[in-house]
């Protein structure tokens, strides 16, 4: 089992930018795909993002363009570089395996998009 622990939300208004991190707690981590989750109020939980071992990566589209994902294996770490940031991405971020079976769920981090 893998500790996750995500950072990094805040309010921002819409267009603006964020970075969000996630802090894992073994070095296992740097063998999974992993990826990016938000929670909205009244929605499913949805992917984001995905990354691989070797750092391919893919979005949704609804993010396309806008969000970057990134990991530094030896670190530990896995970042959401978020920018042109719309209303509709507010939600609870998380992070975790790319794929089933997850880990535990993080705390998750809370991104508001408000003017």
């Known amino acids: 089992q893998v500790q996750l622990v995500e950072s990094g939300g805040d309010l921002v208004q819409p267009g603006g930018s964020l970075r969000l991190s996630c802090a894992a707690s073994?070095?296992?981590?740097?063998?999974?795909?992993m990826g990016w989750y938000r929670h909205a109020p009244g929605k499913q939980r949805e992917s984001v993002a995905t990354?691989?071992?070797?750092?391919?990566?893919d979005y949704a589209d609804s993010v396309k363009g806008r969000f970057t994902i990134s990991r530094d294996n030896a670190k530990k770490m896995m970042y959401l570089q978020m920018n042109s940031l719309k209303p509709e991405d507010t939600a609870v971020y998380y992070c975790?395996?790319?794929?089933?079976?997850?880990?535990?769920w993080g705390q998750g981090t809370q991104v508001t998009v408000s003017s």
């Open positions: 975790n395996k790319a794929n089933v079976p997850y880990w535990d």
């Open positions: 073994r070095s296992i981590f740097s063998v999974y795909a």
């Open positions: 990354i691989t071992p070797g750092r391919s990566t």
